[in-house]
C-alpha cells in the first residue's frame, strides 16, 4: 500500500479502490457503504398529465394514435392539379402540386438572364462580358438559392396547414 501525499494517515490500495474508514472511537465502523453501480432511475410517466384527457365526447383511454395512418390520410388526395385550381372553397391546396415545376422554371429564368447578361455585357465591352461570364453565376446562384428557400417555406407552410386541417378533421372540430 502507497500512502497519500495529501493525508500522512491516509491509505491508497493498489487497485485504486479507497481504503475503508479507520474505526471510530467505541470500535465501531461507519455502517454507509458507497453505493454501487448508477443511481435507480424512474419510468417514465404513462399518459397524459393529470387534468389532461381525452377530448370531450370520447372515451377515456389509450386512442393508439397511428403516424402511418396521418401519413396515409396527407398522401391520399382525391382531386387533381385542376380540381384543385378550382376549388372555391380552398379545402384542397395546390403548393405542393406546382412547387417542382415553379423551381424549373425558376431556374430556367435565372439561366437565361445571366445568358442574356453575357451577351449585353459582350457588346458593350470585353471587359464587362468577362465579368459577368466569370462572376455572373455567383449572382445567379444566390438568387437561386433565396429562390429555393422562399419555396420551401411555402411548402412548409402549407404542409403545416395540411397536417392542421387533418388533425381538425380526425378529431371532428371542423
Do not use: C
Not at 455502517?31 to 410517466?45: A, L, R, T
Not at 372553397?89 to 453575357?118: C, D, E, N, Q
Not at 459577368?132 to 429555393?148: A, D, K, N, P, S
Request: aromatic fraction near 10%; hydrophobic fraction near 35%; charge should be negative.
Amino acid at each position: 500500500m502507497t500512502e497519500n501525499p495529501e493525508d500522512p494517515n491516509a491509505q491508497q490500495r493498489p487497485d485504486g479502490v479507497p481504503p475503508t474508514p479507520p474505526p471510530q472511537p467505541g470500535g465501531q465502523t461507519p455502517q454507509n457503504p458507497p453505493p454501487q453501480g448508477p443511481p435507480p432511475q424512474n419510468p417514465p410517466p404513462q399518459g397524459p398529465p393529470p387534468g389532461y384527457g381525452p377530448p370531450p365526447g370520447q372515451p377515456s383511454g389509450q386512442q393508439g394514435f397511428s403516424a402511418s395512418g396521418l401519413a396515409s390520410d396527407l398522401s391520399g388526395d382525391a382531386k387533381g392539379l385542376f380540381g384543385s385550381l378550382f376549388d372555391l372553397s380552398f379545402t384542397h391546396y395546390i403548393t405542393p402540386k406546382i412547387v417542382r415545376i415553379v423551381y424549373v422554371i425558376g431556374m430556367v429564368v435565372l439561366a437565361l438572364g445571366w445568358l442574356v447578361a453575357i451577351i449585353v455585357g459582350f457588346t458593350d465591352s470585353i471587359g464587362a462580358g468577362l465579368f459577368v461570364l466569370l462572376f455572373g453565376w455567383i449572382f445567379v446562384l444566390l438568387y437561386l438559392v433565396m429562390f429555393r428557400i422562399l419555396l420551401e417555406f411555402y411548402t412548409a407552410v402549407v404542409s403545416t396547414a395540411e397536417t392542421i386541417q387533418k388533425y381538425a378533421h380526425r378529431d371532428g372540430v371542423r
